[in-house]
């Protein structure tokens, strides 16, 4: 079986996510046979190195030898039980684990099984908080550029056209207020003060203000300051308003602190986690609350005052096992503490970058980091030249239109870093 008749069976069944399907008539489809370490390897064994960590889940690398034997154990003793009424102690103590590395405040643990479905609960819950407490609050507050799923709740207050401006018709009620502009401080204030107009507003319709915490993923890899989320703590106090900090990217040690908010001192009323949760090996997600949110909840039976939401995949035992595994990883391996040296040999290497003429910025937060292209036409498509490029070339990039992007397993080692970033060097200089 080679690369291409692998291929064509695909297409002939397959219809592929974020994927204009014709485009494969001159793509080709890259069937993977195995993963190891930072490298996937095709059919035909070529080996790419998978510099954005399969979709920004996969933080261990590839058949990581510990995630392996945990989930393998957990295969033979449990796979899977109905978390309604039951429980298991794999998810007894992921929770205990993510309650105390979490913000101080964030007690309880709402599982569900992908980052958008996280989002959903998060939506769900503040506005039924709310109207536990007797208020009608049915509007949502998020940034200008962000994204958070693409369900129809998480897509609504998202705000990246591409995949929102078909679907407005069906859309819930939300409203967005400008991101900060840059990385520095004067851009964070200014965007807090408008946050400050926004509540002003609307008085009495919001439920929360959802934000992705130091980094906008999708949104083209946009940053900004800790100084912004600060702020926005303070005003959602002093409004009323739930912060719904979607870390579902940032989380588990992408911008550099386990979590994005550590860096702004800041404990929102829910944190949403999944992507790098499991380490990449299986869907799970996961959103923490307080326990003035659960209270609201807790009471006599009632209908409508419980939180009734729930799939049928909550809480997976193997996904479980998988994510005590990753947490297990972060704790031995010091890897906070090794991804400060790693994101600092980044950053030296992306210096060559800064005086090319079609570069318009460079960032870095942590492990991310992009390379803003300028002077090219949309129609040009020049994320996907780069894209074609890197396969060619043994590196897995997938550019958010324009922007180059850098989001590797935390294993990876200098000299694939060298050969990552260099390819996007090149391609960037020779097309
Ligand atoms: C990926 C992502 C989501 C959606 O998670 P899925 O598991 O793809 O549904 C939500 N929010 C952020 C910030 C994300 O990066």
Not at 70 to 85: F, M, N, P, S
Not at 182 to 200: G, H, I, N, P, R
Request: glycine share 6%.
């Amino acid at each position: 079986m080679n690369n291409e008749m692998m291929a064509n069976r695909d297409l002939d069944v397959i219809w592929h996510p974020c994927t204009q399907m014709k485009d494969h008539e001159f793509l080709p489809m890259i069937p993977i046979k195995k993963g190891k370490g930072v490298y996937l390897e095709d059919f035909e064994g070529n080996n790419y190195i998978d510099a954005i960590s399969s979709w920004w889940v996969n933080i261990f690398g590839h058949s990581n030898t510990y995630i392996n034997d945990a989930v393998k154990k957990q295969l033979d003793t449990l796979e899977h039980v109905i978390l309604a009424g039951f429980t298991h102690e794999q998810v007894v103590r992921l929770s205990e684990r993510l309650v105390s590395l979490t913000p101080e405040g964030l007690t309880r643990c709402f599982y569900a099984d992908n980052g958008s479905s996280a989002v959903e609960v998060t939506l769900k819950m503040s506005y039924h908080f709310h109207k536990n407490q007797g208020r009608e609050r049915p509007l949502f507050v998020s940034l200008s550029n962000s994204y958070h799923g693409e369900t129809i709740g998480a897509l609504s207050v998202g705000d990246v056209e591409l995949y929102k401006e078909t679907y407005e018709p069906l859309l819930i009620r939300s409203i967005q207020t400008p991101v900060p502009k840059d990385q520095s401080e004067t851009a964070a204030l200014e965007a807090a003060e408008a946050l400050e107009e926004c509540f002003k507003t609307h008085p009495d319709e919001i439920a929360a203000l959802i934000v992705e915490p130091l980094i906008q993923g999708a949104g083209s890899m946009h940053m900004y300051h800790p100084l912004f989320l600060t702020k926005a703590r303070e005003l959602c106090t002093a409004y009323g308003i739930h912060l719904i900090a979607d870390e579902v990217m940032a989380g588990f040690g992408r911008t550099g602190t386990m979590f994005a908010c550590e860096q702004a001192g800041i404990t929102p009323d829910y944190i949403v986690l999944s992507k790098g949760l499991t380490g990449g090996y299986l869907p799970l997600s996961v959103v923490l609350t307080t326990d003035e949110v659960y209270s609201a909840f807790y009471c006599d039976y009632k209908l409508q005052k419980a939180f009734l939401h729930s799939h049928s995949y909550t809480g997976n035992a193997l996904a479980c096992a998988a994510a005590n595994a990753t947490l297990d990883l972060f704790e031995s391996e010091n890897i906070i503490e090794r991804n400060r040296e790693t994101s600092k040999y980044i950053a030296s290497k992306l210096e060559k970058f800064r005086g090319l003429a079609n570069v318009k910025e460079v960032r870095q937060c942590g492990m991310v980091a992009a390379i803003e292209l300028e002077g090219y036409d949309a129609s040009e498509r020049i994320g996907l030249k780069v894209y074609e490029y890197g396969l060619k070339h043994g590196v897995l990039l997938r550019p958010l239109g324009h922007i180059v992007y850098f989001m590797p397993p935390y294993i990876i080692t200098k000299e694939e870093i060298d050969v990552m970033i260099d390819t996007a060097y090149a391609a960037i200089t020779q097309i």
